[in-house]
C-alpha cells in the first residue's frame, strides 16, 4: 500500500487526538456543556443534561485520556511511516492499544448517557 494513503489515516487520527484535547481544554475553562458530538449524545441538547457537574466531573479525564492516545498514536504512525521504527509487532500493538482506549471511551460514553442524560 502506498505510504501516502496511510499517512490519510494517521492525520485523521491526529486530528481526532487535537480535537478531543480542544474539547477537554474548553470544558475545563468553561466548566461547563456545550453542543459537541464527543460530549453531547447527537439527539440532546446540553441544557437536557441532568447533572451537569457530575457528568463533567466523570467525562472529563476519560476524554483527556482519549485525546492524549489518539493524537499520540497518529504522531507515532505519520513518524513510522517515514522512517519506520517499528516492525510488524510493534505497529500492531501500537493499534491494538488505541483501539482498546477507543472501544474503552465508547462504552463510558454510553454509560454515562444513559445516567446523564
Not at 4 to 27: E, M, N
Not at 38 to 65: H, R, V
Request: include cysteine; hydrophobic fraction near 50%; proline fraction near 3%.
Amino acid at each position: 500500500m502506498d505510504d501516502s494513503f496511510l499517512l490519510i489515516f494517521d492525520l485523521i487520527a491526529l486530528l481526532c487526538g487535537v480535537f478531543c484535547l480542544y474539547t477537554w481544554f474548553r470544558l475545563r475553562r468553561e466548566k461547563r456543556l456545550f453542543k459537541n458530538s464527543i460530549i453531547c449524545p447527537s439527539s440532546k441538547e446540553p441544557k437536557d443534561c441532568l447533572d451537569e457537574e457530575a457528568y463533567i466531573a466523570y467525562i472529563q479525564p476519560k476524554l483527556l485520556i482519549l485525546g492524549i492516545v489518539t493524537f499520540l498514536f497518529g504522531a507515532i504512525c505519520m513518524v513510522d511511516e517515514k522512517v519506520h521504527m517499528f516492525n510488524l509487532l510493534g505497529q500492531e500493538l501500537c493499534t491494538a492499544v488505541s483501539l482498546a482506549v477507543v472501544v474503552w471511551f465508547g462504552v463510558c460514553t454510553y454509560k454515562a448517557n444513559k445516567r446523564y442524560w
